[in-house]
């Protein structure tokens, strides 16, 4: 069984750069079929696809985040990873790393996700 698990700071300075890391267990991140996913939740508010890496090392990003996202992956550590610069108050929220099986266009497994805080 697949598991997600996020990792990363919980309070960030505005301005700043952020990084997350999502360590996968029970599965490659190299298996065919499959895209790994970043979604942020503002308190609040709806969820919001942030973008994801497929299992051949493609990236695509949400165009209104597109210019302050980097998703990168450790395959040898099977772990995907979140960079987001230049943050503000705004970025504040629960992040979310899924699996997306791409056949189905569906998010079958979601990590616990966590919280970062943009703040001064």
């Known amino acids: 069984q697949v598991q997600l698990q996020e990792s990363g700071p919980g309070l960030v300075k505005p301005s700043q750069i952020f990084s997350l890391t999502c360590t996968v267990s029970?599965?490659?991140?190299?298996?065919?079929?499959?895209?790994w996913t970043w979604i942020r939740q503002p308190p609040g508010k709806g969820l919001e696809w942030i973008g994801y890496?497929?299992?051949?090392?493609?990236?695509y990003y949400s165009p209104s985040l597109k210019s302050r996202t980097s998703i990168s992956r450790d395959t040898s550590n099977n772990q995907f990873s979140l960079q987001l610069s230049s943050v503000t108050p705004e970025d504040t929220a629960k992040y979310y790393c899924?699996?997306?099986?791409?056949?189905?266009?569906?998010?079958?497994?979601w990590g616990q996700g966590t919280l970062v805080t943009v703040s001064s």
């Open positions: 029970g599965g490659a991140i190299t298996t065919n079929n499959y895209y």
């Open positions: 890496i497929t299992y051949s090392g493609s990236t």
């Open positions: 899924a699996r997306m099986y791409i056949l189905l266009n569906a998010l079958d497994t």
